[in-house]
């Protein structure tokens, strides 16, 4: 599956802090997969993932010894920007990024568990509307959910879906969901870890826009 495993993420150490460079290598292909999903209104995701990316790229680029972790990143910014702080710089960025990161998580896993819509089977509408519920809901005004509710009727079917995963390539949908689930492995180890410094930095904020 192409575009997964071009974006293949490395396993944690026992202590699960992340490796700031690794993990913007890892995360440089993400916002491709977004287009995968066809709609126009997925752009907004993917550019804000790429935005994101950007942001903490440059506070990294800085001072790779001092962020040399992710977490390095958080508490260094906590100590500099005082009561601003969570909602600034690349803990914000990061705040973010780890939602756009979830929505693909969710999905993925959703459609290798074999979650569909016994009426319409061949529709992916189910499992990314689990997706954006369990990530992204949450965090949007009613505008910006009335947008994302149509993106989800535009949503691919699902074999174009896994055909558009594979760039392409004649593969199985066997084998399409073995590489699913090796991509699944590392991807949200890091993902959840993430999510965990978060709630043990206190650096979680639940506004919408």
């Known amino acids: 599956m192409a575009v997964l495993l071009q974006s293949q993420f490395d396993e944690l150490p026992p202590d699960k802090s992340i490796d700031t460079k690794i993990f913007l290598e890892n995360v440089s292909n993400i916002p491709t997969f977004f287009d995968c999903l066809g709609s126009k209104v997925f752009t907004v995701i993917k550019s804000d993932i790429t935005g994101n990316i950007t ?79 369990s990530s992204l809901k949450r965090y949007h005004g009613w505008i910006v959910q009335k947008i994302f509710n149509a993106a989800l009727l535009a949503a691919p079917y699902r074999s174009n879906f896994l055909k558009a995963l594979s760039k392409g390539e004649e593969v199985t949908e066997e084998d399409c969901f073995a590489n699913v689930r090796q991509f699944l492995v590392n991807y949200s180890c890091v993902v959840d870890a993430i999510y965990e410094m978060y709630t043990n930095l206190n650096a979680e904020l639940d506004y919408t826009v």
């Open 55 to 133: 942001k903490i790229r440059a506070v990294y680029v800085k001072d790779p010894a001092k962020y040399a972790t992710l977490q390095d990143i958080l508490v260094a910014e906590r100590e500099a920007h005082g009561a601003e702080w969570p909602n600034v710089g690349a803990t914000l960025a990061l705040m973010w990024l780890k939602r756009g990161l979830r929505f693909i998580q969710v999905l993925l896993q959703s459609l290798a568990d074999g979650e569909r819509d016994e009426n319409n089977p061949n529709l992916i509408r189910v499992n990314v509307t689990k997706a954006y519920e």
